[in-house]
Every structure is written in C-alpha cells, then in structure tokens.
C-alpha cells in the first residue's frame, strides 16, 4: 500500500476527493491534507509519502514552487499535478522536476481512479526496476574502460596528453559528448546494510543505483568488493546543484523499497579524468566516516579540511590504521597493531625496514589529525610524545607500545575536533540565520553553500545540536521578532512581514497564526487590551 498526500486550497474539493475514491482499491493510503504549499511540504518532511497530489495554484507557494522544494528534500516522491488550468506552460515548468501525472479540473472520481491506477502501476514498476538484475549492457563497456582508472593509479608522465586521450576515450564510448562543457567528476562508494549491521550490497544493486543516476547527469557504476562505486559526471553547476539530491533519493529509495540502511562516501570534485583515481581514494575515506555518521552519508570536504597525502606511496598497513584512526573503535585499533607489530616480528624483518615503516606509520597518525584538526592540535600532540625523537633507538617492542600509546591519543584529539569543527560549522549557520533572517532568499542551500559543507551534513548537525530543523529554527526567529514588532512598534502588518523576510503579507499571516495562535492584528489588540485593563 502505497501512501499520498493531497494538497489542494479548495477545501470542499479536497474533502471530495478524499471521500469519493476508493484509495484502497486503487492502492494508496490517505496520510495527510494540505491547504497550501507550505502546510504541504511541511506534511512532505514529516510523512514521506510516496505520491504528493497537488493543485498548481495555491496560496503562498505555487505547485510549481512545491515540486521544486520538495525535490530538495525528498527526491524519491513522486508528484502528479492537479490543475484547472489548462496551460501549456505549466506543463513545461513541470517536466523538469520530474511530474508523475499532469491532472486537469474537472475530473471526475472515475477519471481520477483510472489514473491513480497508472500511477500506481508506474510506482510498481519503479520499485520493481530498482531490485531487477542489472541488465544494461552499455554499462558494461563503461565499466570495462572506468574501472580500472578508478582502482588502479598509472601515468605515462604527460599529463597533458594522457587526459586528452581519456577524455576521447570516454567521448567515443559515450559517457560524455565533445560538445559538452568542461566537465567535473565526483565519486561515490556505496553499501546496504540490514538492522543487524550485515552488508547487504549486491551485485545486481548496481541497476538500483543507475536508476537514481541517470535521472541528473552521467554516470558509470560497478560493484567491487562488497561495495557499488559510481562515477558522476556534469558541470560544475550541475554537481553542486544536484549532489546532495543524489545521494538523499538513494538513501531514501533504499529504505523504502529494500528496508535496507545507505552508507554513502562521497569525494571532491575533480576536474580531470585522470585525477579520478584520487577522488576514488577521497570516497573511500568518507565511506570510512560515514558508519559515525547520523545519515551515513560522508562528504570528505565536510570532514577533512584538505586532500589526504598522497595515498600511492602508503603501504596497505598505513591505509588501515588511517582508517581506523577515523572511524575504527579503540579495541579495533589496538587489535590491528598488535597483528601489525606480530607480522613484523615473525618475518624477521630488519631493523631499517623496521624504521621505514615506523616513519609512515607516524606520518599516517600526524596526517589523519591535521586533517580533521588544526596545526595547533598537530603541535600538541608531538608535546604530548616526546618519545619521537629517540623512538628508532629502542627495540621493536619498546617501539610497538609507544606507538601504540600515540595512536590512541591521536585518536582521541581527531575524535574530539571533529565534534569541535561539527559545533564551528553549527554555530557559525545558526549565526547567519540569526543575522540574516529577515533575507526571504534565505534556507538551508544558500547558508550551506556560503560556508561550503553540504546541506545533507549541515541539516544534520543542526537537528543535533538543536534538536529541530534548520525551518523550525528560521520559523521561530522570524516569528518571535515579527511579536516583538507587533508589541512594541506601530509598524503595519505589511511592513513587519517584510521586516521578518515575509515578501507575502497574507502567508505571513497564515505562519504567524499556525504558530501563536491568533492573527498579527489579534494578537496585538489582545496586548492592547490587556495593557489597558492594567492601567
């Protein structure tokens, strides 16, 4: 059974709809009603539907506007307009956000049955695409050419060469046109997990994955070791723009068609095909982060300030203890250098080789913290472990447990300004929220893009820092400030809107009583009146 929301200003036509079909029997189930737009996307947030039914037209936030938000924050729903108008127009503006169904007024409760079948027969087979076996043999030549420039690190030493010729490479396949405009990549790895923490992820999820994709820009997946790893590719617009979407309709897809829990990492962009391979390794240590994260989903740029060093000199056992510096638990980091330090001491290994790993092993430790730190945090910690200096004149055991003292407390600095730079990042969006309220161009993107995380992560640490959303947050500043004006000033209706970043002197209104109570006008004569009675 399949849930709908229907939002729709004309209240007796919405109670009808409501009362007239037979939702069970077309496969829906009524969990919420909306009289405009922003009560709309409101119900959106909270019920996740799988269909929103809305009228074009509304008060305050058009169905156009409404399609828009709502993709924003739940790219998996589907959207069937319901309109009285029959212009073209709007049937253009909703094409681009993907509409379902294109309604129009009058429409009998027959004709409406019919097409909530097709709806729902349009929902069924999405549901059924994203768990078919991966059937698109031109993936497979993709794969054949990407896959290798992903996991693998090779260069002939031109540069300038070399991606010329993959991106003629790639050209020819057809992964990108000639004409198009320089193009930006970005990678992401990814993996299922059931309630009990097993990994999921097979190989036949890769069409899933695709389905998601190919809805925003290029792409190229494949399943390797227990994960799925896909390449994106489109401009630099279309990455920021349509990023952050990506990776919440595949956490939200998953859940709700596979009830399985999505662990995303998600790398920089770079700008050149032979760069890809550092951003595949940049994936893969925010694949690390993201079991620690509330919404698994990482974006290395959101945690560590810079590029890690270059990773094609670190040996396997340096790879693991930075991953483990990240995101491994304490007993998991001490079992691995006790197996680590094992090795060494069964092969025999001479006391040079010994020192050479001991060099990178500390790099490793330094570069995780200065990554998630700062420099003075990196000086702290040499103060704190004074034994480096002398650490090559003691024996390979002596060795083995001052490294092992310092991996936990590099462990413990990382852990503890990572929460600092998650508190930095809060404080300083709650800080333009708070300066800037009155902006009615402000929301989540436009803070999260002034201060460069991503508005997946910044809503996170918002919710738990605060424990509401960034919109409960902005709703509340704007309205208090809009009482203090009433109350205090002589200020119009009109005007206190505009002051408080309303441009809509009625859907200020609608806010103002949806969250005092009363009308602006109301609630001033009740401060009025009681002023008096106290005179």
Not at 37 to 55: F, I, R
Not at 421 to 442: H, K, N, T
Not at 474 to 490: H, P, V, W
């Amino acid at each position: 059974m399949y849930t709908i929301i229907i939002a729709d200003d004309e209240a007796e036509l919405r109670q009808a709809l409501i009362r007239r079909i037979d939702w069970e029997e077309v496969g829906f189930q009524v969990v919420g009603e909306a009289e405009n737009g922003a009560e709309a996307l409101e119900l959106v947030e909270k019920l996740e539907p799988d269909l929103l039914l809305t009228d074009v037209r509304m008060p305050f936030m058009s169905g156009i506007e409404l399609a828009r938000a709502v993709r924003e924050i739940r790219p998996n729903i589907q959207i069937a307009f319901l309109s009285g108008f029959d212009d073209f127009t709007y049937a253009q503006q909703a094409i681009q956000y993907n509409i379902i169904s294109y309604l129009l007024k009058p429409i009998s409760s027959k004709e409406l049955t019919e097409e909530l079948k097709k709806i729902k027969k349009k929902i069924d087979e999405k549901f059924e695409e994203f768990t078919r076996k991966n059937a698109e043999q031109e993936q497979q030549n993709l794969v054949a050419f990407f896959m290798p420039l992903l996991l693998d690190s090779f260069s002939d030493g031109q540069s300038k060469e070399r991606e010329q010729a993959l991106v003629q490479e790639a050209v020819r396949r057809g992964f990108i046109k000639q004409e198009s405009a320089h193009m930006y990549y970005t990678v992401l790895v990814i993996s299922f997990r059931d309630e009990e923490g097993n990994n999921r992820t097979i190989e036949d999820a890769v069409n899933a994955i695709n389905m998601i994709l190919r809805k925003y820009m290029h792409y190229v997946s494949f399943y390797t070791d227990g994960r799925i790893v896909s390449l994106l590719a489109g401009t630099k617009a279309s990455q920021e723009k349509y990023l952050h979407i990506i990776v919440e309709d595949i956490t939200q897809s998953v859940k709700r068609i596979m009830n399985l829990t999505t662990f995303i990492g998600v790398s920089r962009m770079v700008s050149e095909l032979e760069h890809c391979h550092e951003a595949y390794l940049e994936a893969m240590d925010a694949f690390g982060y993201s079991g620690r994260s509330d919404t698994g989903v990482s974006f290395i740029s959101d945690i560590e300030r810079t590029a890690t060093f270059d990773q094609e000199t670190v040996q396997a056992a340096v790879n693991r203890i930075e991953s483990l510096l990240r995101s491994g638990t304490e007993e998991e980091l001490h079992s691995y250098l006790d197996q680590l330090f094992a090795q060494l001491e069964e092969e025999d290994t001479p006391a040079m080789n010994i020192q050479l790993v001991m060099v990178q092993l500390i790099a490793a430790v330094f570069r995780v913290v200065y990554a998630v730190a700062d420099s003075e945090a990196v000086q702290n910690l040499q103060k704190s472990s004074p034994f480096l200096g002398q650490l090559f004149l003691e024996s390979p055991r002596e060795m083995e447990e001052r490294y092992k003292t310092f991996c936990l407390m590099a462990r413990e600095v990382a852990a503890e300004h990572r929460k600092k730079s998650g508190s930095v990042i809060c404080d300083q969006a709650l800080a333009i929220m708070e300066s800037r309220f009155a902006d009615p161009e402000l929301s989540l993107n436009s803070i999260s893009a002034e201060i460069s995380v991503s508005p997946n992560y910044l809503s996170t640490l918002i919710k738990r820092s605060t424990g509401n959303t960034f919109i409960d947050l902005l709703t509340r500043k704007r309205m208090e400030t809009a009482k203090e004006f009433l109350l205090g000033t002589s200020m119009k209706i009109r005007e206190v809107s505009e002051k408080c970043g309303y441009n809509d002197q009625h859907y200020f209104s609608y806010c103002f009583k949806k969250y005092e109570g009363i009308s602006p006008n109301a609630c001033r004569r009740k401060f009025e009146r009681e002023e008096h009675e106290e005179r």
